[in-house]
């Protein structure tokens, strides 16, 4: 679902797709006379965060809400929210994400990790806000955690156990080179500039090799509020499906709890134990399962945090789940991983699609010039490594711009359009038919040899000599 806002207009609500018409139950008229507060549960007040965020320049930021459909149900979803433009007017694009069916997982970590007096928060390795506990955005002086995860870690650190002139914060070091820090005194600063006395704990997010951030715990010691041991398995808490599993010396992965939502989650049968490594195993193919143990036990051998993509069988093209998970050595030598696993489905069929439109012609629906040049490189390595022939074709629309400047621009979009659909038609599925650029196309042609490619390219010559253009005199010049 996707919804515009006028933060101007007292949050009213411009547009919705038909998603969105689907999910809150209300005919497009009917939508177009509500405003935010109508449908989120905070009323009038999450007009101050709409303006907050209607102010962020760059990106959209995740929020979560609590939404009221038109039949009263209250449904929690997240809600990325972020400023454009349309023609001369200033809006604030919405897209909702129902999140009430993995809900449980959340309200589990949310719940352990407002129930300790300490801020917990992500940072990237620049030292930008990732995500903020409450406990954070009340440390920090704020009332919303939108109004803290745009800042960044640097606005509220202070002096710290005197470093050398010119070196980073400690805190940053740990964002940036996994440098770990345990029970670091400092000071921090509040929204007003107000230092508060802290003990920190800094432990860094790795993927693979690489530092990718860190995941901060802070005590306010002005309230002697101690309490870092119970959310140490919780610091990297996100929504998904809560999970522990154990990795012995000897070296055999066990998965000992899944919390209730583990089995509509994974598409896991009722009566089937989903702690079961055979059931496990069963939802991905073998090269992902071997893929996913060398990873824990790379994560186990380091005792560093677990993060991983990957892709469970199911209707469709399946799921895709982010595991994320914390170790611990127990005295018996066990390494114990207490984590959870997101659906990040959505996010990875957006990424594919925003893919696919950068390398698409939009005018002729053709693969555009930079997606030839990926493929024509792979052919060329191909041809080094193995000695595979290809032939590449360059096509070229014959006096282009003079049947263009005597007719139009809509019959020389349709004279392109009309070259495309040839080429596409005369083209095999392992073919690269791409618009190269103004009236040229190309094509490429794996595993052909030249004698066939340049009879195909008469075919195609003849193809669009004999179709009926809105145009007279339509043909192409090829180069083989």
């Known amino acids: 679902p996707i919804v515009l806002i006028d933060p101007d207009s007292d949050g009213a609500i411009v547009d919705a797709n038909k998603k969105a018409l689907e999910f809150y139950g209300y005919s497009r008229e009917e939508f177009r006379q509500l405003h935010v507060w109508d449908i989120n549960t905070l009323g009038r007040s999450v007009l101050t965060v709409m303006r907050e965020i209607s102010s962020w320049s760059g990106g959209h930021y995740p929020q979560r809400f609590r939404h009221r459909l038109a039949d009263g149900t209250v449904r929690d979803v997240q809600v990325y929210a972020g400023p454009v433009q349309l023609l001369d007017q200033k809006l604030l694009l919405c897209i909702v994400q129902d999140v009430t069916q993995v809900i449980e997982a959340e309200q589990f970590s949310r719940l352990l990790l407002e129930s300790v007096s300490i801020g917990v928060c992500g940072i990237d390795d620049q030292g930008m806000f990732t995500f903020v506990n409450p406990e954070a955005v009340r440390a920090f002086g704020f009332r919303h955690e939108s109004e803290v995860i745009k800042l960044g870690i640097h606005r509220f650190l202070g002096e710290a156990d005197n470093p050398v002139e010119g070196e980073a914060h400690r805190v940053l070091q740990a964002a940036a080179n996994g440098t770990a820090m345990q029970r670091l005194e400092s000071i921090m600063h509040r929204a007003d500039g107000t230092p ?267 193809a669009v000599s004999t179709a009926r253009p809105s145009v007279e005199g339509l043909s192409v010049s090829i180069g083989v």
Not at 311 to 318: H, L, M, S, V
Not at 348 to 371: F, I, M, Q, S
């Open 196 to 462: 508060f006395p802290v003990r920190l704990v800094a432990s860094p997010l790795r993927v693979g090799d690489q530092v990718k951030g860190a995941v901060l715990s802070f005590t306010d010691l002005t309230r002697e509020r101690d309490r870092e041991e119970q959310v140490a398995d919780l610091i990297d808490a996100i929504p998904g499906v809560v999970f522990q599993a154990v990795l012995p010396p000897s070296g055999r992965f066990e998965v000992t709890y899944f919390n209730g939502a583990a089995k509509g989650f994974l598409g896991i049968a009722d009566n089937d134990d989903p702690t079961s490594t055979d059931v496990l195993s069963s939802l991905v193919t073998r090269p992902v399962w071997m893929g996913l143990l060398r990873s824990l036990k790379r994560s186990a051998f380091r005792l560093h945090s677990w993060e991983r993509e990957f892709q469970i069988k199911g209707e469709d093209d399946g799921k895709w789940l982010l595991g994320r998970a914390r170790t611990r050595r127990q005295p018996n030598g066990d390494v114990v991983f207490n984590g959870v696993l997101l659906d990040i489905t959505d996010r990875k069929l957006l990424e594919a699609r925003l893919v696919d439109a950068a390398l698409t012609d939009p005018l002729t629906g053709l693969r555009n010039r930079r997606h030839f040049e990926i493929v024509l490189k792979a052919s060329e390595k191909r041809h080094i490594a193995a000695g595979s022939p290809y032939s590449l074709m360059v096509i070229d629309i014959d006096h282009f711009k003079l049947l263009n400047d005597r007719h139009g621009h809509d019959a020389g979009d349709d004279m392109l359009r009309l070259v495309a659909d040839t080429l596409r038609l005369r083209s095999r599925q392992t073919d690269c038919v791409a618009r190269w650029g103004g009236e040229e196309f190309a094509l490429l042609l794996p595993g052909t040899e030249l004698g066939l490619a340049t009879a195909l390219a008469n075919g195609i010559r003849g």
